[in-house]
């Protein structure tokens, strides 16, 4: 996650937001994880298993799915 440096420090976003992060990449680690959870108010975070950086690719199945269920429930 990149930017975020250059918000204003009260920046936040309270409209649901996922964040998808395959298990391998450090895309999304503890860090990126700790500002997400500061500028979004509305968020969730899922993490599949045993995919990297290229979760479309990986496990095509899982993604649509996640994103799917996101886009119908919130």
């Known amino acids: 996650l990149t930017g975020f440096g250059d918000l204003p420090q ?4 309270d409209l649901p937001t996922l964040f998808l992060r395959g298990e391998k990449s450090d895309y999304i680690g503890e860090t990126e994880a700790g500002l997400i959870q500061q500028r979004f108010g509305n968020y969730r975070i899922e ?3 045993s995919a990297g950086h290229w979760l479309h690719a990986e ?3 899982l993604f649509n799915r996640l ?3 996101f886009l119908l429930n919130g």
């Open 10 to 13: 009260d920046w936040c976003i």
């Open 59 to 61: 496990k095509p199945e």
């Open 67 to 69: 994103v799917t269920d």
């Open 47 to 49: 993490t599949i298993e």
